[in-house]
């Protein structure tokens, strides 16, 4: 018998949370129908956990007959681990091993009938409230200043360091809907988004490279696009008019942005305090949290390349839709545009410092 058997006692694994950071969704967790994560098909799955093993059973396996299991048996199925190696995979998870565990280890449901949503809003906050603080040196805060030379990391807020797994559900097609490729763990930008009244509403990831202060770049099977090294966590509130509040407001001024780099390069280039909305869609809905006496909002765009649909520009249409939203709540607006199309304030950035403009360090 395998030592790795010995030291683990199925009935005490927090599956969920093992099967989540397998990539295994919210609706394949909820004890409903659901796709399968092996054979991909429709509504045949259920993960009803009701010994405590993690217990699953699918009415149409593979070819169509039926199968049922434990959480080990959809280790090694998703990992493709022989048994021996699928408790060593779920050993070292539960950090058993001299190596750290490098996924959040959310709380499992305490009752039966905790929700899901309960479970995946944990999971959640465990990205960023399990992550470090950045400090010079780090992977995030050498990938940062990477990309916007010069910033005292120090001054960041509601960022963070993580060292977590990414997963791929991979293309849906008839031979593989719904498996999930684990590619392995990485180091992990997480911001903590803060909803207008300020109570975090998601967070937000980015990889990294694990050789170099860049971002992620992992691929399909045969395709040569990387896949987004960018994820979000779900929904703990409403994500409508928040940001990542990556520095305090000066004297009732703050800028928006959408990507973090973004935002932190235009603090470079200007000094006005700037948060991250993430993306265009939320910049334009952005709302400017009561109590912190903000009067004047500097709006740093994208200045995105036409687009042949709409003939505006896509970041530049979401900036001025926001800019009007604010100036009729009566707030000072100050627009800001890259000089160049089809870049962004970090392109700006970097841009100066090539040539050989003064760095500001701030």
């Keep these: 018998m395998s030592t790795a058997f010995k030291r683990v006692d199925l009935a005490t694994v927090p599956w969920l949370d093992v099967l989540a950071t397998l990539g295994l969704t919210e609706e394949q967790l909820s004890g409903s129908g659901a796709s399968c994560p092996v054979c991909g098909g429709n509504d045949r799955f259920t993960f009803d956990d009701r010994k405590g093993n993690g217990d699953w059973i699918c009415r149409k396996h593979n070819g169509g007959n039926p199968a049922s299991g434990g959480g080990i048996n959809l280790v090694m199925e998703l990992q493709v681990l022989d048994f021996v190696h699928a408790l060593d995979f779920v050993r070292e ?3 058993d091993c001299s190596r750290q565990v490098t996924a959040p280890i959310a709380a499992r449901p305490e009752k039966k009938n905790e929700t899901k949503k309960v479970f995946f809003e944990k999971l959640t906050r465990a990205f960023y409230e399990t992550g470090d603080e950045l400090v010079a040196g780090s992977p995030v805060a050498s990938y940062i200043l990477a990309r916007v030379p010069g910033l005292d990391i ?3 807020k509601n960022l963070r360091q993580n060292k977590l797994l990414y997963t791929d559900k991979g293309k849906p097609d008839k031979a593989k809907s719904g ?8 180091y ?5 988004y803060q909803n207008p009244e300020g109570k975090m509403a998601t967070t937000h990831r980015t990889y990294l490279h694990p050789t170099k202060s860049a971002k992620l770049e992992v691929y399909r099977d045969g395709s040569s696009d990387p896949l987004d090294p960018r994820k979000q966590g779900a929904s703990l509130l409403d994500v ?3 940001a990542i509040r990556l520095l305090d407001p000066t004297d ?3 800028g928006v942005a959408e990507g973090i780099e973004t935002a932190l390069a235009a603090f470079m280039l200007t000094g006005v305090p700037v948060w991250s909305c993430l993306n265009r869609v939320l910049l334009a809905h952005f709302i400017v949290p009561p109590g912190l006496g903000i009067h004047t909002v500097h709006i740093f765009a994208d200045y995105d390349h036409v687009d042949i649909n709409t003939g505006g520009s896509p970041g530049m249409v979401s900036a001025i839709d926001l800019s009007k939203t604010l100036k009729s709540k009566g707030f000072k607006v100050v627009m800001h545009r890259p000089s160049k199309i089809g870049t962004d304030f970090a392109d700006e950035w970097l841009m ?6 003064r ?3 701030a």
Excluded: S
Aim: proline letters at 0%; zero cysteines.
């Design 154 to 156: 120090q001054r960041l």
């Design 93 to 95: 998870w539960m950090g």
């Design 252 to 254: 009732g001024v703050v």
């Design 188 to 192: 992990a930008m997480v911001g903590r």
């Design 352 to 357: 100066k410092v090539q040539r050989g403009g």
């Design 179 to 186: 498996t999930r490729k684990v590619f392995g763990d990485f």
């Design 359 to 361: 760095l500001r360090v």
């Design 240 to 242: 409508h008019g928040g």
